[in-house]
């Protein structure tokens, strides 16, 4: 077990970014300016605007290069717990999960790259069980909705029908929001390894990629074009489906399978009854491939990276933020086939608004409510890790909502 007595309870790395400057805003509105937090960025004159845009100017600073990693020690060596927003993780991630494992430093950070995640838990699973680090992926909207969704209806089931469901589906009812620079050069960089790795493509199909044991076997989690009986309604793919559902039977084998071991989970975008349903899911499901398609491409992706896509450090407007909202619907069935459905909304658009309200509580319970002896170090999911907890801050804090309805 490694042991440091850190100034800073928090660091934000990637502070300069657009999900990281969302990020310190509400931070400041939480926590104020008191000493226990810090920012950390490359750039000592972008760290210099940000503190002067937030009106924080005493705000500690700290520079830091993913290139660097004498940066990250000195980094690690000053806080208990990093939040990293700097992405794509595939490209820039690793080498701070490294010493956040080697330090025993607490880590969370927003990534879905489900063949990253892989990875690193491969490469530094047994530092971090040693160093005491818990490391913690996907604490965005990807995937805390979706994990916590899924962590409160087994509770409601429980409660109400003295057991867990086997099968739990997730329905996007609606949302609203847009895509940043970051989110898009993530996207862009899975679609270029996959296509240029038929391992990861295969690794890319198996739901249990991110499990401890693959033993188990589940239908794919990809729903096509169909009408869902149960939601009265046609379902189109849903794009965050790959990652959340992994994270959803991670967290199931982490929790000692207390979902069981026969458990199923899916998410879909839900898009109305009728012909016009029918008409907008396959509009989305081609839209989806046709995306993929150009961006596997490297003349279509050239167009789209100098086109269309958001540069890194741009995004949604502060209005489309605050305009932005979500709502999922978990549907749930026992064994014997009683249901239950639960309602789980944020109040800002899922991709930054909502998603740095939700990073900034993940680091802050990580700080505050998990010391060392609560938690063993290694590489958690968010339910996994933070359970009842974070819900409660959440709801509190984060505009998020969850019910039975
Ligand atoms: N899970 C979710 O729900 C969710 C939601 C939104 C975003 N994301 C992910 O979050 C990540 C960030 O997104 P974003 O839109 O904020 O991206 P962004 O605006 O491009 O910000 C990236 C940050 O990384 C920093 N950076 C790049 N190279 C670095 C290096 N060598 N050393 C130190 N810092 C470096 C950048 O610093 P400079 O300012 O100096 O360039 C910037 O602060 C992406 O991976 C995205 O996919 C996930």
Redesign the pocket.
């Known amino acids: 077990m490694v042991h440091h007595t850190p100034r800073y309870d928090l660091v934000i790395?990637?502070?300069?970014?657009?999900?990281?400057r969302i990020l310190c805003r509400y931070l400041l509105e939480q926590v104020g300016v008191n000493g226990s937090w810090a920012i950390a960025?490359?750039?000592e004159a972008?760290l210099n605007a940000l503190v002067s845009d937030l009106g924080a100017s005493s705000l500690p600073q700290i520079i830091?290069?993913?290139?660097d990693e004498d940066s990250l020690r000195d980094l690690c060596a000053q806080t208990q717990v990093v939040i990293s927003?700097?992405?794509?993780?595939a490209l820039?991630g690793e080498p701070l999960v490294k010493i956040c494992a080697e330090t025993g430093t607490d880590y969370c950070d927003?990534?879905?790259e489900p063949q990253w995640i892989r990875r690193m838990i491969q490469r530094y699973s047994a530092t971090a069980e040693q160093s005491g680090a818990r490391i913690i992926h996907?604490c965005?909207?990807?995937s805390i909705p979706s994990d916590f969704g899924v962590y409160y209806l087994q509770q409601q089931a429980k409660q109400r029908f003295g057991q867990v469901c086997d099968r739990i589906k997730m329905r996007v009812k609606a949302a609203q929001g847009g895509v940043?620079?970051?989110?898009a050069?993530?996207g862009i960089n899975l679609v270029k390894e996959a296509s240029a790795d038929p391992a990861l493509r295969q690794e890319l199909d198996n739901p249990y990629s991110l499990c401890p044991s693959q033993s188990l076997k589940h239908p794919p989690t990809l729903v096509p074009v169909q009408y869902d009986p149960d939601f009265q309604g046609w379902v189109s793919p849903f794009v965050m489906a790959a990652i959340n559902t992994r994270i959803v039977l991670r967290s199931n084998a982490l929790l000692e399978y207390a979902y069981g071991k026969r458990f199923q989970y899916d998410e879909a975008v839900l898009t109305g009854p009728n012909a016009i349903g029918w008409l907008a899911a396959q509009g989305l499901s081609v839209g989806l491939g046709g995306m993929a398609a150009a961006m596997a491409f490297s003349p279509t992706r050239w167009l789209l990276e100098n086109t269309l896509i958001p540069k890194?450090?741009e995004?949604p407007s502060q209005t489309a933020q605050e305009q932005g909202f979500y709502d999922l619907r978990f549907w749930g069935t026992t064994a014997e086939g009683q249901t239950i459905q639960v309602k789980v909304t944020g109040d800002r658009d899922?991709?930054?608004g909502s998603?740095a309200k939700i990073l900034g509580q993940a680091g802050l319970c990580l700080a505050e409510d998990f010391p060392p002896s609560a938690k063993a170090g290694g590489f958690w999911t968010p339910a996994s890790m933070f359970g009842d907890v974070l819900i409660e801050r959440l709801v509190k804090a984060a505009g998020l909502t969850f019910e039975v309805c």
């Open positions: 790395f990637g502070a300069t970014g657009f999900v990281g960025s490359r750039s972008k830091a290069d993913v290139t927003t700097v992405g794509p993780y820039y927003l990534t879905g996907c965005g909207f990807d940043s620079g970051g989110t050069a993530s890194s450090g995004g899922p991709g930054y998603t």
